[in-house]
C-alpha cells in the first residue's frame, strides 16, 4: 500500500461520531411481517409490477421490471402473499407506487437465484448482465443504475477504477463494517467490474481513520493483479466521487462533466461487495447493511435490512428511542434527508438511519453574512457559496447560475463552517434546482 495520504483542496472537518456503531459488527435484522417494496429506488424509469394482488412470491424473486434502459428490477425480500400495490411515501420525500408483501415467516427463495460461477470463467457481456438482473444501483446513497455506469460510450475510455471506501459522513460506519467483515466479496466484485470495463487498475480508497479496515483490505487483495488499496486524508466529503478522482488521480472532471470524461468509473464499497455477493450466491439485492445511529436512539447498531422494512421497525430493533426524536435523516447528518415519519421503507439507497434529539436538531438563528470567506476557503467544487445564496435569496437566479450554482454537490460544507450560520447549502440548492429546471425546459 501507498505511504501518500490522497486527498482534494477545500473540505472540512465535522465530528465523526463513528464511535457508536464502529466497532459493532453487522447484525442480521429482525425478519419484518410486512415489507414495502417501492417500484423505484433508483434513478431513471419506475418499474411496472410483475405481481398482481394475491400473487405468491419468494424471496429473490423479480417483482418490478421497466425495459427503459436507465432503469433496474426490484426483486422480493420475503417470501409471503402481495398484499396492495399501491403508493406510498419513501425516504426521499416523494410517493411511489410501491408493493406490499405479507412475508409467511418461511424465507423460501426462489428458483432463479443460482450461483454464477466464478468471475475468471464469465465473460464480460455476461457479468453485466447479471449486475443488472441483480437490480444493482448505486448503494451510497446516489442510487445510479450500476449497468449503466458500466457501459460508457466507446468515445470515452476507461483505464481507472476507484472503489469508495472513503465514508465521510458523520455517524455512518456501514461501508466501514463490510470491508471489515465482507473483504472477498468486496474483492470479488472488484475484479467483476475491472473485467466488465476492460481496466487493469483498480484501487480501494479509504480514510486513515479506518487503519483496521485497510488492513483488512490490503490482505485480501495481497495475491490479485492490479488492485491497491489506498488511504485519503480524513476530510469531508472526501467520499464526492469528483473529489475522489482528483484526490487519487489528480484529474478534474470537468464542470457538468461524469467521471468517464476523465476515464474514471467510481463505485460504492457497498455495491461493490454485493455484486460480489450476486456472482457468489446469486442472490439479487435485496438486503443491505444500514448504519441506525444517533443521540436519540437507544442501542445503536450496523444492521443486515431487508428492502421494504420501515425505518419504524429498524429502530425498534435498536431498543427504539431513547428520547423524543429531534429529527430523523435518511443517510447522515451533512447530505443525508430528513423525514416527516419513521414509516417510509428502508431502500437500496439507504446507508443510515440517524435519529438527533431536540438539541441537537435545532436550527439556529442565522445573522448577517460578515464576509469572511470560510465558506469559499471550504467549498470543494471552488465555488463562492455566499454570492450564490445572496443572489437566491435576491431571487436573482441568473446571477446565481453565473456564478456555477449547478455545480454545488450539495455536501453541506458551507453551512457547517459558517459563523452565521447562514442557510448556505439550503439556499443554493434551491437555486440549483431552478436552474436545471430551467435548462430541461429549454431542451
Known amino acids: 500500500m501507498s505511504t501518500k495520504l490522497f486527498t482534494f483542496k477545500g473540505g472540512v472537518h465535522p465530528p465523526t461520531n463513528k464511535s457508536l456503531t464502529q466497532n459493532v459488527p453487522i447484525e442480521n435484522a429482525v425478519d419484518p411481517k410486512v415489507v414495502v417494496i417501492p417500484l423505484s429506488q433508483h434513478i431513471g424509469a419506475p418499474c411496472d409490477p410483475l405481481v398482481a394482488v394475491g400473487d405468491t412470491v419468494k424471496v429473490g424473486q423479480k417483482i418490478g421490471e421497466s425495459k427503459a434502459f436507465m432503469s433496474v428490477p426490484v426483486h422480493s425480500s420475503v417470501s409471503g402473499t402481495v398484499k396492495k400495490i399501491e403508493h406510498h411515501y419513501v425516504p426521499g420525500g416523494a410517493k411511489v407506487n410501491c408493493i406490499v408483501i405479507e412475508s409467511d415467516g418461511k424465507f423460501e427463495v426462489h428458483e432463479s437465484v443460482q ?66 467483515e465482507k473483504s472477498e466479496q468486496v474483492i470479488t466484485g472488484v475484479k467483476a467490474i475491472m473485467k466488465v470495463l476492460g481496466v487493469e487498475k483498480g484501487y480501494v480508497a479509504i480514510e486513515k481513520n479506518k487503519l483496521d479496515a485497510i488492513e483488512v483490505m490490503q490482505k485480501a487483495a495481497s495475491f490479485e493483479e492490479g488492485i491497491e488499496v489506498i488511504a485519503l486524508e480524513v476530510k469531508y466529503p472526501q467520499g464526492d466521487e469528483k473529489r475522489l478522482i482528483n484526490a487519487v488521480t489528480g484529474r478534474v472532471v470537468p464542470s457538468g462533466g461524469l467521471p468517464m470524461e476523465v476515464g474514471c468509473v467510481v463505485e460504492n464499497v457497498g455495491t461493490v461487495a454485493t455484486i460480489g455477493n450476486v456472482i457468489e450466491t446469486g442472490m439479487p439485492l435485496v438486503q443491505r447493511v444500514v448504519t441506525v445511529s444517533g443521540s436519540a436512539v437507544q442501542n445503536p447498531k450496523n444492521l443486515m435490512v431487508r428492502i421494504g422494512t420501515t425505518f419504524k421497525d429498524v429502530i425498534e430493533q435498536c431498543g427504539g428511542y431513547k428520547e423524543e426524536p429531534g429529527k430523523l435523516i435518511n443517510g447522515g447528518p451533512m447530505m443525508g434527508i430528513a423525514q416527516f415519519s419513521d414509516e417510509v421503507p428502508v431502500i437500496k439507497g439507504t446507508s443510515g438511519i440517524l435519529v438527533l434529539n431536540k438539541k441537537e436538531a435545532g436550527i439556529p438563528e442565522p445573522s448577517n453574512c460578515i464576509m469572511c470567506g470560510r465558506c469559499v476557503d471550504a467549498c470543494p467544487v471552488h465555488l463562492m457559496p455566499y454570492k450564490i445564496s445572496g443572489y437566491t435569496l435576491n ?49
Open 115 to 180: 450461483p454464477k460461477g466464478k468471475v475468471e470463467n464469465l465473460t464480460k457481456e455476461e457479468i453485466l448482465s447479471i449486475i443488472k438482473e441483480a437490480g444493482m444501483a448505486g448503494m451510497g446513497g446516489a442510487t445510479f443504475p450500476t449497468h449503466v455506469k458500466l457501459s460508457p460510450p466507446q468515445d470515452k475510455p476507461i483505464d481507472v477504477l476507484l472503489v469508495n471506501g472513503a465514508e465521510c459522513e458523520p455517524y455512518l460506519t456501514a461501508d466501514h463494517r463490510i470491508m471489515l
Open 395 to 443: 431571487k436573482n437566479i441568473d446571477a446565481a447560475d453565473e456564478y456555477h450554482a449547478a455545480d454545488c454537490i450539495e455536501c453541506g460544507g458551507c453551512s457547517y463552517i459558517c459563523p452565521a450560520k447562514r442557510p448556505l447549502k439550503e439556499t443554493i440548492s434551491l437555486a440549483k434546482k431552478e436552474i436545471l429546471a430551467r435548462r430541461k425546459k429549454v431542451k
